[in-house]
């Protein structure tokens, strides 16, 4: 190639030749770049269940979650939203479905952690967000549509029932299938199988052997041994004494489980071709007079699909380990300690299973669930001094329960950190929750107080079905016709509407609305909302169970210490109370209470660093389908964030 204009001084020449082929240079690269394949496009969706913007906003400023950690990372070269407003009926059920399909409950029917078809007989049991099929499509189902590969572990109502409930992959969140047991064991008669020594362990009653149990059946029997290897030198670095767990009188066909003195054992029951998992645990252990107590998990049934999913993650994180057994800790029967334990099992699994996923090929959206903040919060939320407990301890009790929630809060970030330095190479992260968390002083038995306003439950006349501090309140057609139904309607609302909070004067209910009203807060369906639609101002929160002799109005705790000196009707509900029933937090508000409000974070190359001023949770899925170069679901009507 002739290059006629390079004929002026060395120097010159020499700079014009560099420039030339700098510029060739630059050509080669950048048709060498734009020869490579793109960076394949994928986002992980992370739910952290019951995280409030307040808290996490509190605990950046003092210094609790770190100037390094994933949601300081995310603050400063992200996006995020300082107010992220959750839909009407902010609890579990409901907030992830509308979050899913970017559709309001209205319009997906799900209007409610519970509630009921409006023609259904009285009698039937209510309905549930976490199995009711819906209408409305999700980011899920829309990404496959378009081609894309999905994989949700964990995430609520994924159970693969329906088409609306399915994905490529999937781990199912577990469902507790059973009850949980403590047996105190004794030594009884000694043998010897294979050189080792082992001494049957049985309860008092000798007659009655120890089951695992569904709700309504026995998984196994079991049989107990102490296992001796303290004495034999070839076992020298196996532990001492573990506890045999077996579901026959055989040991030398094998066993269900060995438990050491310290730490868990899962292990997993297969009955009527379903499988179960279960974690046992030595609460104590007493050599001397032989006595030692053994904790079994109630069952959970696993579900994965396809099967070979499963097993690879089996393989990478373990089998499921359980929940934190809320009822049993509540009731003294599992220390603090071990609800602890059972709680960074859980969180440190829920980790576990979204860095496997991502290890997974050809996936484009991964979804993945952390309950951690919302159980600790539900349990040591001790902030309002109407709370029975907020004196306790010498008025200590909130600091410390304080400081053990923002001890979980940073364990949560140190996992996400973990999460998005493991992310593929094109991985944008988006971190939400489905609500905040309101402290709670008070638990408004609604039953109770409109059977004895004159509006008679027991009489199948009116029931209300909750959803933490809201709920949906039926007339029941059959018995109330429609003649009678416009004057009983007005009544139960002015009655509702006269129900005041005797420390302040103020109506209980933030909210009492029609099915007009309810449209306008997107809550209306035809065919599953109720007559009237309640929801409660903060502290407060609603029981739809029933029970005689209880007052309608509870102070809430779970100190057993303050629990026993209820009266037993009063005694009996808190003992035997959901977490958004009797807990010290509560979650099912208005999107516009405050404290019931909840995050949003976006972190990768494709997320712009932003800060939104103020976003709904229906924009989630919007901003999802931005991000994947998809059209979003079809009742997606919100624009993503950014």
Known sequence: MRVPFLIKSSSASARLLHSYFTIISLIVLITTATAQPATRKRVVMISIDGTPDYLVDRFLKNGVLPPNGAFARMKK????????????????????????????????????????????????????????????????????????????????????SDSSRMTDEMFMYPVIAGTSAVYDLKKSDRKTIAGEEYIRLVTDKQSTLPEIRLYNEAITRCWFYLKDSSKNEANVLKPAYQIIVDNDSTLENGYLAAVKETGWETFRLIHNRKTYAVSANLFSASRADGRFRIYFSPPAELFGFPDAFMQRLQSACGIWPGEPDNLKQTAGVVPEEK?????????????????????????????GYFSTLDDIQHRYTVSDKRQLDYTAENGNRPARYEKIIGEWFSTIDRYLLEIMNAAPPGTS?????????????????????????????????????????????????????????????????????????????????????????????????????????????????ISSRFVPGAPFLIQ??????????????????????????????????????????????????????????????????????????IQAPVMATDKPAF
């Open 339 to 367: 609800w602890m334990e059972q709680t960074g099992r859980l969180a440190t699994y829920s980790k576990k299973l979204i860095l496997a996923g991502m290890q997974e090929d050809n996936w484009d959206l991964l979804f």
């Open 77 to 160: 070269s992200g996006a995020y939203a300082e107010t992220l407003l959750p839909v009407n009926v902010a609890s579990t059920g409901p907030s992830h479905i509308a979050i899913f399909t970017g559709a309001e409950p209205g319009s997906s029917g799900i209007v409610g952690n519970s509630f009921r078809q409006v023609n259904q007989s009285w009698e039937e049991p209510s309905l549930t967000a976490f199995k009711q099929p819906f209408t409305a499509e999700t980011i899920f189902s829309a990404a496959r549509r378009q081609g894309k590969k999905v994989i949700t572990l964990g995430g609520v109502g994924l159970d693969y």
């Open 429 to 541: 992260i988006i971190v939400f929750s489905d609500h905040g968390m309101i402290p709670m002083h008070s638990t408004l038995l609604i039953n109770n107080y409109l059977d004895t306003a004159g509006f008679s439950y027991t009489g199948k006349e009116v029931q209300a079905i909750t959803s933490g501090n809201s709920a949906h309140v039926y007339i029941n057609r059959n018995l109330i016709d429609s003649t009678r139904y416009p004057d009983y309607l007005r009544r139960l609302r002015q009655s509702l509407a006269d129900l005041k909070d005797e420390k302040t004067g103020k109506p209980i209910f933030l909210l009492i609305a029609d099915s007009t009203e309810q449209k306008k807060h997107g809550l209306y369906h035809a065919e599953y909302s109720g007559d009237l639609f309640i929801s409660c101002r903060e502290g407060f929160s």
């Open 556 to 629: 809430n705790t779970f100190d057993m210490n303050l629990v026993r000196d209820q009266p037993e009707a009063v005694r009996n509900f808190l003992l035997k109370g959901t977490m958004n029933e009797t807990g010290r937090a509560v979650h099912g508000c208005l999107s516009t209470v405050r404290k019931g409000q909840s995050v949003f974070y976006a972190w990768g190359n494709h997320v712009p660093a932003k800060k939104i001023k103020k976003m709904r949770s229906l924009q989630i899925t919007p901003t999802v389908a931005k991000l994947l170069d």
